[in-house]
C-alpha cells in the first residue's frame, strides 16, 4: 500500500468532475486501500479519488470510533433526502479550516462496494453528511464552495500563503 498525495485548496484540480468506473478490478482495489491507507494517515474520516487526482468514482469512509470500518461507495449516487442537517465540516484538501454547512439529514445511496456488489445504504447523521461531503468532491466541489464570497478568499489567500511558507 502507499501514501498517496491530498490535493490542497485551491488546486484547480479539486473541480475536476470524475468518471465512473466501468469495471471494478484489482487495480481499482489497490487503488482503494491506498486512499484507505491515506486517509487514516491523514488522519481523516473521508477521503474521495478526486482529492488524490484520481478522477474517478471512488470514495472511502470511516465514521467509526475506532477506525476500522472502512466503507468503500464506488460510482455513489444519492437517490432519497430529506430533512436538513447544520454541521461543523473540515476536509483533507483544506488543511485548518472548518465551516459550517447545511446539508441534507438523511440520505439514501446506491454504490457498488469493493467487490463491484451494488448494495443501497440509508444513512444519517455524521455518516450521511460525510457521503455528501465526498460525493460533492467528485462532482469537483469542495465544501468551501457552499462558503460566502468573503470567506472563500480568506481561505485562498491563508492557504496560498501557507504554501508559499511551507515551499
Ligand atoms: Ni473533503
Redesign the pocket.
Known sequence: MAILKILHYPDKRLHTVAAPVAQVDNAIRRLIDDMGETMYAAPGI?L?AT?VNVHKQIIVIDVSESGSRLQTFINPQITASEGQAEREEG???VPGIFDTVTRAAKVTVQALDRDGNPFTLDAEGLLAVCIQ??ID?LHGK??VDYLSRLKQTRIKTRLLKHLRETM
Request: contains cysteine; glycine residues 10%.
Open positions: 473521508g474521495a482529492q476536509c483533507l484538501s461531503h465526498e468532491h469542495v465544501f
